[in-house]
């Protein structure tokens, strides 16, 4: 589906796109909009990185009260929720400058389990669903490789984010971990 055939009754028979965004860009912004609704559930802040400023290969930090930590989000329909992992092809410059971190770097996956955008959320009587959900890996310690392996083990959730705020204080309190 592209930006032009999402679009909005408008009187009896005319119809008018109301998208502006491509399909991509579309999955882009899901992508960092659920992994932000699960941070926010959490209490904590995001911080996102402003367009043509991820010269550090990071969509945002996670604000966490010793430091952030940093993170990378993709969105894609390639791949279902259900099964045991994914890979992502990963730019060596993305190595490059998540190596060089000295707090923690994830890498998030959001999986839609559809491709067209209307039943990415479903809309009903005692709520809204989405119907993606969010996989991690902590990315600034992998070996040299061109894929990134991501455990469907790892699902976003609160829990996860205790585990990067232990992860992120160990970096200054070694003794955390």
């Not at 032009?4 to 912004?29: H, Q, W, Y």
């Not at 909009?33 to 904590?44: H, M, N, W």
């Not at 994914?86 to 060089?100: I, Q």
Request: net charge negative; charged share 25%; hydrophobic share 40%.
């Amino acid at each position: 589906m592209d930006a032009m055939t999402m679009s909005i009754p408008r009187g009896e028979s005319d119809e008018v796109s109301i998208a502006t965004l491509t399909d991509n860009g579309a999955k882009g912004r899901f992508g960092v909009s659920y992994v932000r609704s699960i941070i926010s559930q959490a209490g904590v802040g995001f911080t996102e990185t402003p367009p043509d400023e991820d010269v550090l290969a990071v969509d945002g930090t996670v604000d966490f009260a010793v430091a952030s930590a940093r993170i990378q989000v993709k969105c894609s329909s390639r791949f279902k929720i259900a099964g045991s992992s994914a890979s992502w092809h990963s730019e060596l410059h993305w190595r490059e400058r998540w190596k060089e971190s000295g707090v923690p770097v994830y890498f998030v996956l959001v999986i839609l389990d559809y491709d067209e955008r209307p039943h990415w959320i479903d809309h009903h009587a005692s709520g809204t669903n989405h119907k993606a959900a969010a996989f991690w890996v902590r990315v600034n310690q992998l070996e040299e490789g061109g894929s990134i392996h991501i455990p469907k083990t790892q699902r976003l959730t609160i829990d996860s984010l205790y585990v990067w705020a232990k992860e992120v204080e160990s970096c200054f309190f070694p003794a955390v971990v």
